[in-house]
Structure formats: structure tokens, C-alpha cells
């Protein structure tokens, strides 16, 4: 079975700074996506950024970006520049291709709380 | 294009009593998939649906249900309702398509009393 772990529950920044916030996951699938989804108050969840695991390119999405290492299942988010609004719970999910073709099932970790304070 | 919507917002029920949850994917999605999340347990995947089809269930007991409609909209039913079920419902819903990318509505807040 999958499983994704975060193991820093909550952090705090300073506006402005930059902040990595951890995940691991364990599969034995050779075949996923990787995620980072973020859940302001308001609850909605908003997808932040992806990561295919063939591609060895890390992804970046503005001011967010990933540290991917596939031999050590290790999937960071670095957030530069952080701003009041990124005030959330962020989750690292993972989906694995290799069910039932199509079958879409994300697997998330417990989340981090994160808080920039001004 | 109008994002996942889920109605209602919030829910208050008693214990014994059933709940019906819906929700409508984003025009052209036709994967809808739900999950619960508690302070405790956080979130878990409790089924997806494709093209009215489930193709996907999590491990929750039988008293947790859904279906999906020809327009893609979907439900999920809950009956005898217990207080353990009191949790945000979200619904996710994708286009199915490679990329794998699930968009989130704002969630149903169930709350047995």
C-alpha cells in the first residue's frame, strides 16, 4: 500500500521568506504523480503544483516549486517570497497509475499548517 | 469554467437518519471522486465514479453509497448515520485524461448529532 508522510505538522515564516515544507512517500509502483494541494480556511482545496515521476525536471509554478528525488521518495515544496495568503494546510498527495487503468485514487499525507506572519 | 460545486455547503443530522450529498464536476469532467476528512483520520479516499461506472471504492463500510448520472453529476448517500460520520465531504473531479489532476469543490460539512 501506498503511504505519504509529512513530518513537520506545523511551521511559521516571516513574510518574504522562503520556506520548504517536507514529504516522503512510499511506493513500490515505478509509474505516479506526485502533488502538492494547499486548503486556506475557507477549506477549498487548490492544487499548487505536480510532478510526473518520469520527468526528472523538478517542477515550478511561479513561486512555488518542487524538490523531487525519486531514490530517496522524497517530494519538498519550496515556496519563495511568501505572502500572507499562503497561510494554509498544505497536503502532499501521490496517485499511482499502475490500478485499474484510469482508476484514480490520491493518497495524501496528514498535511502541514503553514503560517507567514507579517 | 465553473469550478466543482457541492451542495449543501453545511448539513446538521441526527443519528440513525440518511444524508444525501451531490455533487456536479467541472463541464467535461467525467471522473467525480469523494473523500472524507476528519481531524482525525484526515483525508480518505472513499470512491470514484467514471462514465457512471465506480471504478474505485475505499474502505468504508456499506452504509456509504454513490452513483453518478449520465451528466456526470454525482451523489453520495450515507444512511444510518452515526456519530463518527460527522466530517467535511469533498468531491474532486477530473477530466480522466492522462494528467491525473483532481479539482476540489469547496466541500459539504456533515455534522450527527
Known amino acids: 500500500a501506498q503511504t505519504v508522510t509529512q513530518s513537520q505538522p506545523e511551521m511559521s515564516v516571516q513574510e518574504a521568506e522562503t520556506v520548504t515544507l517536507s514529504c516522503t512517500y512510499d511506493t513500490s509502483e515505478s509509474n505516479y504523480y506526485l502533488f502538492w494541494y494547499k486548503q486556506p480556511p475557507s477549506r477549498q482545496m487548490i492544487l499548487v503544483i505536480r510532478?510526473?515521476?518520469?520527468?526528472?525536471q523538478n517542477a515550478t509554478e511561479n513561486r512555488f516549486s518542487v524538490n523531487f528525488q525519486k531514490a530517496a521518495k522524497s517530494f519538498s515544496l519550496k515556496i519563495s517570497d511568501s505572502q500572507l495568503g499562503d497561510t494554509a494546510m498544505y497536503f502532499c498527495a501521490f496517485i499511482s497509475l499502475s490500478l485499474i487503468q484510469g482508476a484514480q485514487k490520491l493518497v495524501f499525507g496528514q498535511g502541514t499548517r503553514l503560517t507567514i506572519n507579517p | 469554467k465553473a469550478g466543482v460545486t457541492q451542495t449543501p455547503r453545511y448539513l446538521i443530522k441526527t443519528r440513525g437518519q440518511q444524508v444525501t450529498l451531490s455533487c456536479s464536476p467541472i463541464?467535461?469532467?467525467?471522473?467525480v471522486s469523494w473523500y472524507q476528512q476528519t481531524p482525525g483520520q484526515g483525508l480518505q479516499f472513499l470512491f470514484e465514479y467514471f462514465s457512471e461506472t465506480q471504478r474505485n471504492k475505499g474502505n468504508f463500510p456499506g452504509r456509504f453509497s454513490g452513483r453518478q448520472f449520465s451528466n456526470s453529476r454525482s451523489e453520495m448517500n450515507v444512511s444510518t448515520l452515526e456519530l463518527g460520520d460527522s466530517a467535511l465531504y469533498l468531491c474532486?473531479?477530473?477530466?480522466?485524461?492522462?494528467?491525473?489532476?483532481?479539482?476540489f469543490g469547496p466541500g459539504t460539512r456533515l455534522t450527527v448529532t
Open positions: 463541464s467535461g469532467h467525467r471522473s
Open positions: 474532486a473531479s477530473s477530466s480522466g485524461a492522462a494528467s491525473y489532476e483532481q479539482y
Open positions: 510532478q510526473e515521476a518520469y520527468k526528472q
